[in-house]
Every structure is written in structure tokens, then in C-alpha cells.
């Protein structure tokens, strides 16, 4: 009997290194990489800008219009863990035919798997693998957020595709936007060819075979947010 005992503990503690080996295996990439070429803009925030202040930037009515409950429930995190994440960049991405998701790329230097858990609702599936990697369900109020993370970089979208999206770019299961260099903080990209997935959505169904494939071609441009004159 306690050898049976010792036989099952040595198997879970195989299963738990070659795990863990798997998750320290992936390469470890600038931030840009986990940008799925889906994507249609990337807003780069100023350096002073995270999710507490965010409210206050001259775009702020731009991401309410795009989705504002995000930007809401992930400023409604412990100050103790929004002030340890730095927060690089929203992406816009098409999670569907009909809706667009951010997808909000940080860096932090904690761990989402020591306060996830604080999020998870009781009897459910709060978190599941994707690639040797864990996407959590982080339950803020009524909205749910998906978490993850690889090396420092968190991700949290409303998209579960958006999420499994970045993870794959990073991985090299699927092409990256392609930036040659990170953005500078305070710039607003375009991503020109593939504006047809973003546009789609506001045509009407019939229309949409003629819209698909019309920005082939065109390359990524670039303009910086600058404060207004007022003063």
C-alpha cells in the first residue's frame, strides 16, 4: 500500500515539472508579438497613463464609444494590484462579424494566478488550458473578463477568442501584426490591411463579400495624440 501511494505521488509530480517545464519552454518576446494580425488599431498609451487615470485621457470618449464597460470593470481591480501592472497597449480587435473587443496588453510584476482566483465564481469552470497556458475568468460585478498571462505580460479582454488570439501570435501559432519596432507611447496605429474586418460590421450582411479583402495591401500607418490648446 505505501508503495502504491509513493507510485501515484511520483506521477503527479512528473505531470506537475513537465508542466511546468512546458510553460518555461516559450521563448520569451517583446509585447508587439502577442498583437494578433487581426487587429485593426493599436492605441499605445502615455507613460503615465494606466487603468486608474484613464478616464481622463483626451480619447477616453473613443474607448467608451468602442467599450466602455472594460475600461470600467478592470479600474474597479485593488489598488495594490493595478498600481503593479504597467499598462502598454489596447487593441481593437474584431472578435466577431458584428463586435469589436480590446484587448488590454500589460506588463506586471506579480503573478494573475495569486489574485485570479479572488474573482472566480463558486461551482463554475473559473479557468481553463489553452497551450499549456491558463486563461482565467476574472467575474468583475456583472461583466466577466478573460485573463492571462506569459512571462510578465498579462492580457485581459471580454473575448476569449481575443485572449487565445494574442497567446497564439506570441507562440508563433499565428502571424503578429508585423510592427518592425515598438511603438512610442503616446501613438495611435492603423492597421490599414485589415480595416475590412472592422468595416464589415457596419454594412449590411449582403454587402459585406464586397467589403472583404478591399484593404489588401495597404501597410500600417501611424499618428501621435497630442494635447489640445486650450490653456
Not at 496605429?189 to 454587402?207: C, E, M, P, R
Given at each position: 500500500m505505501p508503495l502504491k501511494q509513493r507510485s501515484i505521488g511520483e506521477i503527479i509530480t512528473f505531470f506537475f515539472i513537465v508542466s511546468f517545464l512546458g510553460c518555461s519552454s516559450i521563448q520569451e518576446k517583446n509585447w508587439?508579438?502577442?498583437?494578433?494580425?487581426?487587429?485593426s488599431f493599436i492605441i499605445v498609451p502615455k507613460a503615465d497613463v494606466n487603468f486608474q487615470n484613464i478616464g481622463n485621457v483626451e480619447y477616453a470618449s473613443i474607448l467608451d464609444d468602442l467599450t466602455p464597460s472594460a475600461v470600467l470593470q478592470l479600474a474597479t481591480l485593488p489598488d495594490s494590484i493595478l498600481?503593479?501592472?504597467?499598462?502598454?497597449?489596447?487593441?481593437?480587435?474584431?472578435a466577431s462579424s458584428t463586435k469589436s473587443e480590446f484587448i488590454w496588453l500589460t506588463e506586471a510584476e506579480g503573478n494573475l494566478d495569486d489574485f485570479a482566483?479572488?474573482?472566480?465564481e463558486p461551482f463554475e469552470q473559473n479557468y481553463y488550458s489553452f497551450n499549456s497556458l491558463t486563461i482565467h475568468k476574472i467575474h468583475l460585478?456583472?461583466?466577466?473578463?478573460?485573463g492571462a498571462q506569459v512571462h510578465n505580460w498579462l492580457i485581459f479582454s471580454e473575448s476569449s477568442l481575443a485572449v487565445e488570439s494574442t497567446l497564439r501570435s506570441y507562440l508563433g501559432m499565428a502571424d503578429p501584426v508585423?510592427?518592425?519596432?515598438?511603438?512610442?507611447?503616446?501613438?495611435?496605429?492603423?492597421?490599414?490591411?485589415?480595416?475590412d474586418a472592422w468595416t464589415q460590421q457596419f454594412i449590411a450582411v449582403g454587402y459585406r463579400p464586397n467589403v472583404m479583402g478591399s484593404t489588401d495591401g495597404f501597410t500600417p500607418s501611424s499618428m501621435r495624440f497630442e494635447p489640445s490648446e486650450e490653456e
Amino acid at each position: 500500500m505505501p508503495l502504491k501511494q509513493r507510485s501515484i505521488g511520483e506521477i503527479i509530480t512528473f505531470f506537475f515539472i513537465v508542466s511546468f517545464l512546458g510553460c518555461s519552454s516559450i521563448q520569451e518576446k517583446n509585447w508587439i508579438d502577442l498583437i494578433p494580425a487581426e487587429s485593426s488599431f493599436i492605441i499605445v498609451p502615455k507613460a503615465d497613463v494606466n487603468f486608474q487615470n484613464i478616464g481622463n485621457v483626451e480619447y477616453a470618449s473613443i474607448l467608451d464609444d468602442l467599450t466602455p464597460s472594460a475600461v470600467l470593470q478592470l479600474a474597479t481591480l485593488p489598488d495594490s494590484i493595478l498600481q503593479s501592472i504597467d499598462l502598454k497597449a489596447m487593441v481593437l480587435y474584431p472578435a466577431s462579424s458584428t463586435k469589436s473587443e480590446f484587448i488590454w496588453l500589460t506588463e506586471a510584476e506579480g503573478n494573475l494566478d495569486d489574485f485570479a482566483y479572488n474573482y472566480y465564481e463558486p461551482f463554475e469552470q473559473n479557468y481553463y488550458s489553452f497551450n499549456s497556458l491558463t486563461i482565467h475568468k476574472i467575474h468583475l460585478n456583472d461583466y466577466l473578463i478573460y485573463g492571462a498571462q506569459v512571462h510578465n505580460w498579462l492580457i485581459f479582454s471580454e473575448s476569449s477568442l481575443a485572449v487565445e488570439s494574442t497567446l497564439r501570435s506570441y507562440l508563433g501559432m499565428a502571424d503578429p501584426v508585423g510592427l518592425l519596432n515598438e511603438p512610442s507611447p503616446g501613438q495611435l496605429i492603423v492597421n490599414s490591411g485589415k480595416l475590412d474586418a472592422w468595416t464589415q460590421q457596419f454594412i449590411a450582411v449582403g454587402y459585406r463579400p464586397n467589403v472583404m479583402g478591399s484593404t489588401d495591401g495597404f501597410t500600417p500607418s501611424s499618428m501621435r495624440f497630442e494635447p489640445s490648446e486650450e490653456e
